[in-house]
């Protein structure tokens, strides 16, 4: 990643499989990892 996301702003993870040529579900594992390893994310269960 190059920053390019402003804090706050709002991402899908099929937005970030789209942008980084990778599956739905390696998006979804990377996020549960960095979850897992105590950063700070604002993930909401899509409504």
């Known amino acids: 990643m190059d920053g ?16 980084y040529g990778t599956s739905i579900t390696s998006q979804r594992e990377a996020i549960f990892r960095l979850a897992s390893e105590r950063w700070k994310l604002g993930l909401r269960p899509q409504s």
Do not use: C, M, S, Y
């Not at 390019?4 to 942008?19: M, N, Q, S, V, W």
């Open 4 to 19: 390019d996301f402003k804090p706050g702003e709002r991402l899908t993870i099929a937005a970030l499989a789209e942008r």
